[in-house]
């Protein structure tokens, strides 16, 4: 089965690793900063806080920016539940809003007039959680716009986005959003097993999320509230937990910046590769608008289901069953049984759930042949005909 997504680790990762085994620290030590530079300044942002995971990232990150209960928070339903489910964490209300029919990223026009509407019965967000979606940036500039006006927080979630641009500028930068996260999941761009991080350009929110990654704890006596009582003191100023990366995983993690120029021109060369060899059949390629440059988490395609004779479900089952381990990225998140639950119901987001009936994502990741991505096709080819 050729898989949807794979990592790629070579000698260096695995020398690096190693390294770290046989040194003094395997957690809490120097390259968890080493990692958290490289990436900071690749995204030219000013902080960078490493921690377990992208989903511990999202959960800090609403708590350092102040969400609790009786608060809002709103995403897109075409993303991994972790972008809904860390605002539930807080205790926080989640809400939803559609996506663009296009990009698949969070509607601009959905989410004015979602605020709009909420501004009347004073039920407006504290926090909107943008997922670029497959590594396209989401349109920053216009939410940013609405961020100022509707007095909400921008969390991007670029799990998917190491890499990207927007007019110019790497996604991670900070310049139409409050703080960035992304995921280290071996199916991403770059791994580092399980793990996550923070960027932001705030000095304030950066302490509060270092010390969430930590129990809540400082040993920074500027941060503490009394005087400090020794060289052993510490303080723990908020309850936070111990979403810590290790330095085994920060020491993957920063050799494996050292390629993710080459991760990213591989995917974008596929990615164009796709483009053009599945011109002519019955299905839509990835739409791009032209502010972005895509890191190219994902490849998805739409079929073009009125053209052809099969069912949606069927063409996905003669993949698989063609050894083409394609996925779906992903089942709007309030129809979710957890979320239906929670009140919501079918229809919410009428885009969102067309685009679930019709996406596929084919097979991309840096160690793809041309000659599997001509498998893809094949079977594609064979199967839509
Ligand atoms: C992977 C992913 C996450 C969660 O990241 P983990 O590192 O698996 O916790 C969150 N949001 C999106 C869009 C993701 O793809």
Redesign the pocket.
């Known amino acids: 089965m050729i898989p949807y997504a794979k990592q790629d680790i070579d000698e260096h990762d695995i020398k690096e690793v190693v390294k770290t085994l046989k040194s003094d620290f395997l957690t809490q030590g120097p390259a968890i900063p080493r990692f958290e530079n490289v990436v900071k300044k690749f995204c030219g942002a000013k902080y960078a806080t490493a921690v377990s ?4 990232a ?1 959960h800090i990150t609403c708590q350092a920016l102040g969400l609790k209960k009786g608060d809002i928070l709103w995403t897109s339903p075409i ?2 539940v ?2 809904a489910n860390c605002g539930l964490y807080c205790g926080a209300k989640v809400d939803f809003v559609d996506i663009d029919p296009f990009t698949y990223n969070m509607s601009v026009d959905a989410l004015e007039k979602k605020l709009v509407e909420a501004k009347k019965k004073k039920k407006l967000p504290k926090i909107v959680i943008p ?1 670029h979606l497959a590594g396209q940036s989401c349109k920053m500039k216009a939410i940013f716009g609405l961020s100022k006006k509707y007095k909400f927080k921008i969390i991007e ?1 670029a ?2 986005a190491i890499g990207a641009t927007y007019r110019k500028k790497t996604v991670g930068c900070g310049q139409f959003s409050h703080a960035t996260i992304f ?3 071996p199916v ?1 761009i770059i791994t580092t097993g ?3 991080m923070v960027v932001c350009n705030d000095e304030k929110l950066h302490k509060k999320v270092e010390r969430f990654r930590t129990h809540g704890i400082t040993r920074d006596e500027k941060q503490m509230r009394g005087k400090s009582h020794g060289a052993w003191y510490y303080e723990q100023l908020e309850l936070g937990y111990n979403y810590r990366m290790t330095d085994i995983q920060a020491a993957l993690g920063a050799s494996q910046m050292n390629r993710l120029e080459e991760f990213l021109s591989r995917r974008r060369f596929l990615a164009k590769r796709y483009d053009a060899l599945l011109k002519n059949l019955p299905l839509v390629t990835p739409y791009q608008h032209s502010d972005t440059n895509s890191s190219w988490h994902l490849y998805i395609i739409r079929l073009k289901l009125d053209k052809i004779r099969k069912t949606h479900k069927q063409i996905f089952e003669e993949l698989r069953k063609n050894g083409i381990g394609v996925n779906l990225h992903y089942i709007p998140v309030y129809l979710q049984p957890y979320y239906l639950d929670l009140g919501f119901k079918k229809g919410l987001c009428s885009e969102a759930e067309r685009y679930y009936s019709e996406a596929i994502s084919l097979p991309m990741y840096y160690g793809l042949k041309e000659g599997e991505q001509n498998a893809v096709i094949a079977a594609l080819k064979k199967i839509l005909k």
Do not use: I, M, R
């Open positions: 995971s992208g989903t511990a999202l993303t991994f972790a972008s997922v979630d799990s998917h995921s280290f999941h991403k399980e793990g996550g």
